[in-house]
């Protein structure tokens, strides 16, 4: 039987200093500027720099799920997850994701649901972020557009993801770091108001081009 690594909540706090600059984007080809349904892509929070990621390794508390963290390695293969649509509809392959969409975040590696619940994060007892089996309601995030005249969500500007069950925010604080078997991994939690360190931006990944041009 093949054993999964179980996530003690172990406190490990780092008070680190931090800058960011909205400003600088780098050049994209114009069909691929859009994030399109069935991209498989690496979210970068936008504070830390850390990239949303997953792994065969539980909570030690709260639900027992998945646990999910931010993780500044730029060449793992547990940082991509795949883009698709609302619980129950079809996201054609391609289709531009409007700003404000209800989207769902799979795993690549693990197949499992990006979620969020009522049980307090293992550091900060802030709202638990994990991966499930089931890809239902219960997984479905809403993107927020940081830039309020912006129509689609675009790769390398920030966004929000606002769980649709809870209300809270995707968001991972840099001062909250996980000790082993997981050391030096960022917390990732929800919270219940805009901060800076809940703002995201998809930096890398593998993408479709856009189907509808308006």
């Given at each position: 039987m093949k054993m999964k690594t179980v996530l003690l909540p172990l406190l490990s706090l780092i008070t680190l200093s931090y800058a960011y600059n909205y400003s600088h984007f780098t050049d994209i080809d114009p069909r691929f500027e859009t994030v399109t349904c069935s991209s498989t892509i690496k979210l970068q929070n936008?504070?830390?720099?850390?990239k949303l990621h997953s792994h065969n390794v539980r909570y030690g508390s709260g639900s027992n799920e998945q646990s999910v963290t931010g993780f500044n390695e730029n060449d793992d293969s547990n940082s991509y997850w795949m883009v698709t649509g609302k619980f129950g509809k079809d996201c054609e392959r391609?289709?531009?994701?409007?700003?404000?969409?209800i989207?769902?975040?799979?795993?690549?590696?693990?197949?499992?649901?990006?979620?969020a619940n009522t049980f307090q994060s293992p550091l900060s007892g802030n709202g638990e972020v994990n991966c499930v089996d089931n890809g239902n309601e219960d997984?479905?995030?809403k993107v927020e557009c940081l830039d309020k005249k912006a129509k689609y969500w675009i790769r390398e500007q920030?966004?929000?993801?606002?769980?649709?069950?809870?209300?809270n925010r995707l968001c991972s604080f840099m001062n909250y770091v996980y000790n082993d078997?997981?050391?030096?991994?960022?917390?990732?939690?929800?919270?219940s108001k805009n901060n800076v360190q809940s703002q995201w931006k998809v930096m890398e990944g593998f993408f479709f081009s856009e189907k509808n041009k308006n």
């Amino acid at each position: 039987m093949k054993m999964k690594t179980v996530l003690l909540p172990l406190l490990s706090l780092i008070t680190l200093s931090y800058a960011y600059n909205y400003s600088h984007f780098t050049d994209i080809d114009p069909r691929f500027e859009t994030v399109t349904c069935s991209s498989t892509i690496k979210l970068q929070n936008v504070v830390s720099g850390a990239k949303l990621h997953s792994h065969n390794v539980r909570y030690g508390s709260g639900s027992n799920e998945q646990s999910v963290t931010g993780f500044n390695e730029n060449d793992d293969s547990n940082s991509y997850w795949m883009v698709t649509g609302k619980f129950g509809k079809d996201c054609e392959r391609g289709k531009k994701i409007k700003c404000n969409s209800i989207i769902r975040l799979q795993h690549s590696e693990t197949k499992k649901w990006l979620n969020a619940n009522t049980f307090q994060s293992p550091l900060s007892g802030n709202g638990e972020v994990n991966c499930v089996d089931n890809g239902n309601e219960d997984t479905e995030w809403k993107v927020e557009c940081l830039d309020k005249k912006a129509k689609y969500w675009i790769r390398e500007q920030p966004v929000r993801f606002i769980h649709s069950k809870t209300g809270n925010r995707l968001c991972s604080f840099m001062n909250y770091v996980y000790n082993d078997p997981i050391r030096g991994q960022m917390e990732v939690c929800a919270v219940s108001k805009n901060n800076v360190q809940s703002q995201w931006k998809v930096m890398e990944g593998f993408f479709f081009s856009e189907k509808n041009k308006n």
